[in-house]
């Protein structure tokens, strides 16, 4: 089975860090560019940062999360990484990822977009 799977959500003070996972099982990542939700209790889906395929290609960041997280990947692992540090308590969603079949990341918010979305992983900061 094709899907991508999210984990390392919780918990975590204000000023805290988190590092989420996105690891696909059943395809390979290194087609696909990787982009990040997050979606909070009464407010619409927010795009966060996405990966090109390569890595090298650049990297994107909302300017909400611009200078604290940042993302990464080992395709080796079949794995991309969103590093989140000095955590606030706006950052509390749940966050998905979800994969493009291009090089480059196209920012898109509409989730016809990509081809996989995880289920989402709870990230939770307290004040």
């Known amino acids: 089975q094709r899907q991508v799977v999210e984990s390392g959500g919780g918990l975590v003070q204000a000023g805290g860090s988190l590092r989420l996972s996105c690891a696909a099982s059943g395809f390979t990542l290194d087609y696909y560019a990787i982009a990040w939700f997050r979606q909070a209790p009464g407010k619409e889906r927010e795009w966060v940062s996405c990966?090109?395929?390569?890595?090298?290609?650049?990297?994107n960041y909302a300017d909400s999360v611009k200078g604290r997280f940042a993302i990464s990947r080992d395709n080796a692992k079949n794995t991309v990484y969103l590093q989140m540090n000095s955590l606030k308590p706006e950052d509390t969603a749940v966050y998905y990822c979800a994969a493009e079949f291009a090089n480059y990341c196209s920012g898109s918010n509409r989730p016809y977009d990509y081809d996989y979305w995880g289920q989402g992983t709870q990230v939770t900061v307290s004040s």
């Open positions: 990966i090109s395929s390569s890595g090298a290609s650049g990297t």
